[in-house]
């Protein structure tokens, strides 16, 4: 077994051990990572999430995580997907595979940052408490979730340890626009999250 190949085992593995359900997987493929097609939501709400597609962050030439977006199985995404998943009112959730260590200093800066994109000004109490959450560096082979409930908001873990948990609705639609917005840190990688050919 190679080593990518252990990598994405050992992934697949802490998604069991951490609640989530295992099926078929998909394959982000530059990376070789694997991700469970349906996984259960953490919690206790008991929602199966379905993989709508995977993505590669690279900063320069580097690779720095595989990623892959989770819908609420019984949504459909429909003709404005960009949209649905920044403001959809339903259970969605994007996970993310590192594949090099990032101190997480670093993390919750790039997530403020992106963040102000969408609101330049105000929340700081909630950007705050997101952004302190990352304390440790992410380890290659560690995956980083978020995670978003309806009616109870967002919840941030790393390596399968919860972090803690945001409810500001505009901070939240405003880190969902880090990856899905007019602007996202990738043009790629949004649409291989939304599974998109153009």
């Keep these: 077994m190679t080593g990518l190949r252990i990598v994405a085992f050992t992934t697949l593995l802490m998604l069991c051990l951490c609640g989530f359900s295992l099926a078929e997987t998909i394959e982000e493929e530059s990376s070789h990572t694997e991700f469970p097609t349906m996984i259960t939501a953490p919690g206790e709400s008991g929602v199966e999430l379905q993989a709508v597609g995977t993505g590669i962050r690279k900063k320069a030439w580097f690779k720095v995580y595989a990623a892959c977006f989770y819908v609420d199985a019984t949504v459909d995404l429909g003709a404005d997907p960009w949209d649905r998943a920044i403001n959809g009112e ?15 200093e670093k993390i919750g800066g790039a997530y403020r940052e992106g963040i102000r994109k969408t609101l330049p000004e105000g929340h700081d109490e909630a950007i705050d408490k997101l952004v302190g959450m990352y304390t ?28 803690g948990w945001i409810a500001d609705t505009e901070v ?3 880190l969902w626009a880090i990856w899905f917005g007019e602007e996202p840190i990738s043009d790629d990688l949004r649409k291989g999250l939304l599974n998109l050919d153009d």
């Design 90 to 104: 339903f259970a969605k959730l994007i996970s993310m595979h590192m594949l090099r260590d990032v101190d997480g």
């Design 136 to 163: 440790e560096k992410a380890v290659n082979g560690q995956d980083l979730v978020l995670y978003y409930e309806p009616g109870k908001g967002l919840r941030a873990s790393q390596g399968g340890k919860e972090l």
């Design 172 to 174: 939240i639609t405003a």
